[in-house]
């Protein structure tokens, strides 16, 4: 069965700083794998997509990598801003496209 | 850009009421998902459509429906809303095939059963 881990479950940075997002998955049979943001109290919106055969994945300040050998993703955000303060998922299709399991999700604050 | 539409941010509905959450999107997507989010349990699949009339059941199925008349248009039903249905309804859409399975998600509706 396919689990998917985010840690921290919170981080909270000073402005301008690099940081990292994690994501692990136990099942390296995965399709691709999306990085995801919601704002409190909105829906989520697609930061990046990863296919499986790909290695990373880059958007402006945001670079997404993959190794799915090892079971892991990350979300690396550039030069920190207080607009990225928000939830950052990771999820991935399972088995099929019915099944996207969900990472509980790592809870960002950019302090100024 | 792909973009997928919730009829409501907000509901309020009473116990007992049948709700209709609605959810359309414009990018002739085959794949379409109803999901609810509540802390700590995170984003958990009530149903998924895979084709107009096509339904699946997902994790918790128990107290909702979906219909499915029009590819573009997929409808979560609370056939008696219940307090436990008080949630983040998200719906999400994606086109078919597993190489590229990107979802998008509408903005949500926040359901409130009094």
């Known amino acids: 069965k396919q689990e998917v881990t985010q840690i921290p479950a919170a981080l909270s940075v000073p402005e301008g700083e690099n940081l990292v997002l994690n994501c692990s998955f136990t099942d390296s049979a995965i399709y691709n794998l999306q990085w995801f943001r919601q704002d409190p109290g909105k829906g989520l919106t697609s930061l990046l997509l990863i296919q499986s055969s790909q290695r990373e994945q880059t958007s402006g300040r945001l670079n997404a990598s993959l190794d799915k050998s090892s079971g892991r993703s990350t979300l690396y955000i550039a030069a920190s801003q207080p607009g990225d303060s928000a939830t950052y998922l990771c999820a991935v299709p399972y088995s099929s496209a019915s099944k996207i399991i969900f990472g509980s999700g790592t809870r960002l604050s950019i302090r100024p | ?114």
Not at chain 2, 26 to 34: A, V
Not at chain 2, 52 to 63: A, H, L, S
Not at chain 2, 64 to 76: A, G
């Open chain 2, 1 to 114: 850009d792909v973009k997928v539409t919730q009829s409501s941010r907000y509901l309020v509905k009473r116990t007992g009421e049948k709700v209709f959450l609605e959810c359309v999107q414009d990018m002739d997507h085959e794949n379409m998902f109803w999901y609810r989010q509540d802390p700590g349990l995170g984003l958990r699949l009530i149903y998924f459509s895979y084709d107009v009339k096509m339904k699946e059941k997902g994790d918790i199925p128990e107290g909702y429906s979906v219909s499915r008349e029009k590819k573009e248009r997929f409808s979560l039903i609370l056939e008696s809303a219940s307090t436990n249905q008080t949630s983040m309804y998200l719906c999400a859409s994606s086109v078919s095939g597993d190489w590229n399975t990107e979802a998008f998600f509408g903005q949500g509706t926040r359901l409130t059963v009094v």
